[in-house]
C-alpha cells in the first residue's frame, strides 16, 4: 500500500498492511538535526523576525526544501499535516514591524512589550501597552460573518508539498484559522472572561467558528 492507501484505508476502517503513521507536529531542532542545516521550519522566533523584516520568500524557500528534504529522509510518514504545510502571509504583503528596543526585546506601536522566550522558542508579550482593562460585550460579535476569499499566495507551501507528495501520501488539507479557545483581551484577562462573562466568550467562539467555515467553504 501507498502511504495515501494505509491512511485512506485505516479512516474508513478497512485492513491496512500497517499501522499509518504521522507526526502532530515535528520542531525545527529535530528537523535540523535530521537535514543537517539550519531551517525555519517551525522555529517561532525566526519566523516571526523573518516576516517582520520582509523575508516571506526566504522563509517560504526554506519550508518548500526543508520540509521535503526532512521526510524524504527519515521516510517513514504517511500523513503530513497542515503544520508541515503553514500558511504564509501573501507575497504583496506589508510588514509592520516593531522597534526593537533591546536585545531580543520589542515594542509595537500599540507599546506592547514583546520579549523572547528561549524555553518555548516564542515571541512573547510580556507587557500591554494599553493599561486600562478591555471591554468585550455579546454585541461585538454578532457582526456579519467574513465571506472574503484569502489570497491564493498564501497557500505557496502547500500547493508545493502537494506537488512532491500528493501521489504518494495523505496530506491534511489547511484551514482558516479557528481557535478553540480564544483569549479576548489576552491570557490573563482572556481566562478571566470565561469565569465572569462566558456569554461573550461563547458568542465570540461561535462568530470566529463561523468565519472559519465560511472562508474554508
Not at 522555529?43 to 516576516?51: G, S
Not at 521535503?68 to 504583496?92: G, M, N, S, W
Not at 524555553?119 to 472574503?148: C, M, W, Y
Not at 504518494?168 to 479557528?178: E, V, W
Request: hydrophobic share 40%.
Amino acid at each position: 500500500m501507498t502511504s495515501k492507501e494505509r491512511v485512506r484505508a485505516a479512516i474508513n476502517h478497512e485492513p491496512v498492511d500497517e499501522v499509518p503513521l504521522g507526526f502532530y507536529a515535528v520542531d525545527y531542532d529535530t528537523v535540523e538535526a535530521v537535514i543537517g542545516h539550519p531551517t525555519y521550519v517551525r522555529n517561532k522566533v525566526k519566523i516571526q523576525i523573518a516576516i517582520w523584516e520582509g523575508r516571506r520568500d526566504e522563509l517560504v524557500d526554506s519550508f518548500k526544501k526543508d520540509i521535503v528534504e526532512f521526510y524524504r529522509k527519515i521516510d517513514c510518514a504517511d500523513l503530513l499535516t497542515h503544520k508541515d504545510a503553514p500558511l504564509v502571509p501573501p507575497k504583496d504583503y506589508e510588514p509592520d514591524p516593531p522597534e526593537r528596543i533591546a536585545d531580543g526585546v520589542w515594542r509595537d506601536r500599540w507599546g506592547n512589550i514583546w520579549k523572547v522566550s528561549e524555553i518555548s522558542n516564542e515571541i512573547a508579550l510580556v507587557e500591554r501597552g494599553q493599561k486600562e482593562e478591555p471591554t468585550f460585550t455579546v454585541e461585538d460579535f454578532q457582526g456579519p460573518v467574513d465571506h472574503t476569499p484569502p489570497d491564493p499566495s498564501i497557500f505557496e507551501v502547500y500547493d508545493y508539498l502537494v506537488e512532491q507528495f500528493g501521489e504518494t501520501h495523505f496530506i491534511m488539507a489547511p484551514r482558516a484559522s479557528c481557535s478553540a479557545m480564544p483569549l479576548l483581551g489576552g491570557m490573563e484577562h482572556g481566562l478571566m472572561m470565561y469565569a465572569l462573562a462566558p456569554d461573550v466568550v461563547k458568542a465570540a467562539i461561535q462568530h470566529d467558528l463561523q468565519t472559519a467555515l465560511a472562508r474554508d467553504h
